[in-house]
Nanobody, 122 residues
Framework: QVQLVESGGGLVQAGGSLRLSCAAS????????MDWYRQAPGKQRELVAR???????NYADSVKGRFTISKDNAKNTVYLQMSSLKPEDTAVYYC????????????????WGQGTQVTVSS
């Protein structure tokens, strides 16, 4: 069983920074790809940042230049560094990973974390 656990959320003033972590645990081979999503009250969940299996990153226009996704393979952890935070960044942030579970046969599965609240005050 694989689990993704987010941490690092909290309350921060506008202009501040936070670093979210998404740690994978359990029995698996590697993290293939990882996305960070967020969902604000009354809104649909939206993709914020993506890191492909090859390390390519993509960002929503609303966070481009302010957020950075990165991965530490040794710690099986993916990070979302958030800077210059704005009140509109307030949301629950979720990681969604494609995890290589076994190599023979090659099986990958998608997992969601439980979410971490980020609140940015004005």
């Amino acid at each position: 069983q694989v689990q993704l656990v987010e941490s690092g959320g909290g309350l921060v003033q506008a202009g501040g920074s936070l670093r979210l972590s998404c740690a994978a645990s359990g029995s698996f081979v590697s993290i293939n790809a990882m996305d960070w999503y967020r969902q604000a009250p009354g809104k649909q969940r939206e993709l914020v940042a993506r890191m492909s299996s090859g390390g390519t990153t993509n960002y929503a226009d609303s966070v481009k230049g302010r957020f950075t996704i990165s991965k530490d393979n040794a710690k099986n952890t993916v990070y979302l560094q958030m800077s210059s935070l704005k009140p509109e960044d307030t949301a629950v942030y979720y990681c969604n990973g494609v995890i290589l579970v076994t190599t023979t046969p090659s099986v990958s599965r998608g997992y969601w974390g439980q979410g971490t609240q980020v609140t940015v005050s004005s």
